[in-house]
Each structure stands twice: as C-alpha cells, then as structure tokens.
C-alpha cells in the first residue's frame, strides 16, 4: 500500500550530489512531493529532507541506495506519524478586501496567519503548518480575490531518533585512522628484511 514517507538523508556538501540523488528517483520514475535541503546540526554536514508517495518496500530500497553513495553518512525513511513536520505558506491579498470585510480578518486570526507585508494594492499573509491547514486556509482567501500563492518544502524532525549526531560522533570516536598502530617487527627491521 502506497504512503506518504519522508526520507531524511545525511550527507556531505559536495558538488553534483543533488544531481546522483536525483537519478535515484528518476530512475524508478518516483515523483517528490516536497525536496528540501539544509544544513544540520553537526557542522559540514546537510540534511535533505524527501518527501514521495510509495510503498514501504520501494522505500526501503531507495534508502538503501542513498547510503550506497560515499557523501551519504545515513537515511531514515518515516511515515507521518513517526516525525514533527511543518511547512510555511505565503498569501497576497488585496488590502481593499481586508479593510472592508472583517470575515478575511476573524478568518487569518482563526489560522494563526500573521501580515508580512502591507502595501496599498496588497498584503502578504504567513503561516504556518501541514499540508491540511495550508491548504484550508487556501480555499477560504480564494473566495476573497487571493492574489498569489506559495508554500514551502517540508521540514521534518523525526520524533523518536537521536538523529544522526551521536552516529557521527561514534564513527570519529571510532575512526580507524586516527588509532597507532603498532607494528612489533619494525624494531626489527634488519633481521627481517636481511637476504
């Protein structure tokens, strides 16, 4: 049964990445819904946050491809349920219609919208949330002259992981080439290496 998953991916900052992420996807002709990427929280390292629509087995078989490339540290594929997600949306009005009709007003107040930009011939309301709420509040501004429309890619938290910053720091704690060796014939060396 197909879902919505959100794959959070961690990588390196390398040139032409995006592009070997993206051959992934187009190879099995899956569509993103949403493609966001980011910094994290461990320095030199950045999040990709993918959002597609596809059974769990389909998933699994991405992520594990994903971390089959060098710049990928690790993948984490999530259903809804499982992650803290949000996305911002931006709405053009005209400022005619707010100022004479306070339904617009109670309307934006009841979304939890806020007014960024203010002019004479528009206003340009924020908000924020999930797909539903944007898209409600969408549908309610499109029966008073909506302007223009935008909303973001999703940004996405998983709820019970530690992420990957403890793995990250595991892997430098357990680095093999930053441990001595010691080898015990190189004190040796001229009764080993004589002919």
Known sequence: ????????VYTENQVGLLNKIAIIFSRRKISLNSFNSSPS????IYRFTIVIKE???????????????????KVFYNTNDEIIWQQIA???VPTSVIMKDVKVERLL???????????????????TGQDEEVNNLLTELSKYNLIEFVKSSRIAIIKSSEGVHKKVLDMEKNDPTKKQINNEFLNHKSMIFEM
């Open 90 to 92: 931006l709405y053009k």
């Open 41 to 44: 929280e461990i320095e030199n």
């Open 109 to 127: 107040r009841e979304f939890g919208a806020r007014a960024v930009v203010i002019r004479d011939d528009y206003t340009v309301f924020e908000t």
């Open 55 to 73: 059974t769990e087995t389909v998933v699994k078989n991405i992520a594990r491809q994903l971390e089959k490339n060098v710049e990928v540290f």
């Open 1 to 8: 049964m197909t879902q919505e998953y959100t794959l959070t």
